[in-house]
């Protein structure tokens, strides 16, 4: 009998054991009992659609996949489909095109820009399925049925770190066999009624948004150019002018200054649900008694960030947010007003140890529903030569970045890729789409306890 073993650090693994009868009868009783079982896990998928990418990442998708993951599927005799991502937006694209219907999961091999490309292709095709118009910020979306499988194999992999609790392959495909399933909030993110992107992880402006431009233009040094961008981005310190309105996340139990981060099971996450639900369906899917709720925020500020998970990683074990919820219909809004170097850095190394990185005066935290934000070169909108002049000399400091003045817009980095409009609308939708996880389970202190749960999960 093959089951899953829990390791240390969140890792599962395969193995299995042995049982010997001299009575054939019996033998044959306990083999039709474990398939009895066996069947009754309805959760457990029987065929899947597998993407990988050959190309990004650690640029090993393919070999992982082969290797590691493959051979547990054919154990677990599930039948697979497999699709060799040959260019940008092909697992999107064919998405579209595919019987969606008789597959049980999609499973993404790479990293988070691959599974970027999956869910923007499953949502979408729910949304075109059921005559859903995405460019209506105020649409109500369709959910996901069909879960998205996580098999990491890129630069980072922070939604599988923030949702499973390690970036391992094996791990990642033993939950997949399991069945498990795990909702996960989804943001979408529209310009003047029309859709831009949908976003789980980050959405940041400023500091993040310029990483993510300057290191775009220089993908030849591979993963090094995030730290690399990342120092350029810190020394040139620019701070963005602009207005963010929010919506308050009423609903939600927790806050993002809490201590208890989501887990397994989380209650807040499946109270949250339920009393968005209830509002929802008290005010009739109408939002006009929510316009008295909004607060407006003006400012200078360094950083805008908008998470709806941790952003967990190996380099910042707590993440962004160290207390924000997968799947209770909120983000966490953190607002870093300017500052100086010095008071910057110290933020910045709060996310890599246990300190409280939200203790300062010049940093403000909400948990939101939806929120909007415009800079100040589009609020003031003034059309006269003057203004026109300011414009062509910002374009030449965002080509010359020797220049010392201050740039008027930054760029949006939403999970990873970049976003022309500065001028957002962001929209949480509570569990849009499921995973193949079961969120970061609680270290087990206990090893005895680890294994006799561990062979409890039987395949």
């Known amino acids: 009998v093959y089951y899953v073993k829990k390791a240390r650090n969140h890792r599962w693994r395969c193995s299995h054991v042995t049982f010997w009868c001299v009575d054939e009868h019996l033998c044959n009783q306990w083999i039709q009992a474990l398939k009895e079982l066996l069947e009754m896990q309805k959760s457990r998928p029987k065929q899947l659609l597998v993407y990988i990418n050959p190309y990004g990442g650690k640029r090993q998708g393919k070999r992982i996949y082969e290797q590691k993951v493959a051979p547990l599927f054919s154990l677990a005799s599930i039948s697979t489909d497999v699709v060799i991502t040959e260019h940008a937006n092909h697992a999107k694209d064919n998405l579209f095109e595919v019987n969606i219907n008789k597959y049980d999961g999609v499973v993404c091999v790479g990293g988070d820009g691959m599974f970027s490309e999956v869910m923007h292709g499953l949502i979408g095709r729910m949304q075109k399925d059921s005559g859903i118009d995405q460019n209506n910020p105020k649409a109500p979306l369709v959910q996901c049925n069909i879960r998205i499988g996580i098999i990491p194999a890129g630069s980072t992999d922070c939604i599988c770190y923030s949702t499973v609790g390690i970036s391992d392959p094996v791990t990642s495909a033993l939950h997949i066999i399991v069945g498990d399933c795990q909702p996960l909030d989804v943001s979408s993110v529209h310009h003047n009624n029309t859709f831009l992107k ?101 400012g200078k500020f ?55 990185q939200f203790d300062f005066s010049f940093v403000d935290v909400y948990r939101v529903k939806s929120f909007q934000f415009t800079s100040k070169l589009l609020e003031d909108n003034e059309s006269n030569v ?36 500065s001028a957002i609308e962001v929209t949480v939708h509570c569990q849009l789409m499921k995973l193949f996880a079961r969120g970061i389970e609680e270290n087990c202190k206990d090893e005895a306890a680890c294994r006799q749960s561990g062979i409890e999960q039987l395949l």
Not at 242 to 268: E, M, N, V, W
Not at 387 to 412: E, L, M, V, Y
């Open 302 to 356: 360094l950083a805008i960030n908008a998470v709806n998970m941790s952003c967990a990683c190996p380099r910042s074990p707590k993440g962004l947010s160290p207390a924000a919820h997968l799947a209770d219909g909120s983000a966490d809004l953190i607002l870093v007003r300017k500052c100086s170097r010095f008071d910057f850095l110290r933020y910045l190394v709060r996310h890599t140890n246990q300190d409280d």
């Open 198 to 298: 949908y976003s789980v992880s980050l959405l940041g402006y400023g500091f993040y948004g310029d990483i993510l431009k300057d290191s775009e233009k220089k993908r030849w040094m591979g993963p090094m150019r995030y730290d690399y961008s990342g120092f350029k981005t810190f020394l040139s310190h620019h701070y963005y002018e602009g207005t963010i309105s929010f919506q308050p996340a009423k609903h939600t139990l927790g806050s993002p200054r809490d201590k208890d981060s989501c887990r397994t099971g989380c209650y807040i996450c499946k109270k949250s649900e339920q009393q968005l639900a209830e509002q929802h369906k008290e005010r009739g899917l109408k939002h006009e008694e929510d316009a008295e709720e909004w607060k407006v925020i003006k």
């Open 386 to 421: 003057t203004d026109i002049g300011k414009k062509r000399f910002g374009q030449f400091c965002r080509d010359h970045p020797a220049c010392c003045c201050n740039i008027a817009n930054s760029t949006w980095n939403c999970d990873g890729e970049t976003l022309d409009s």
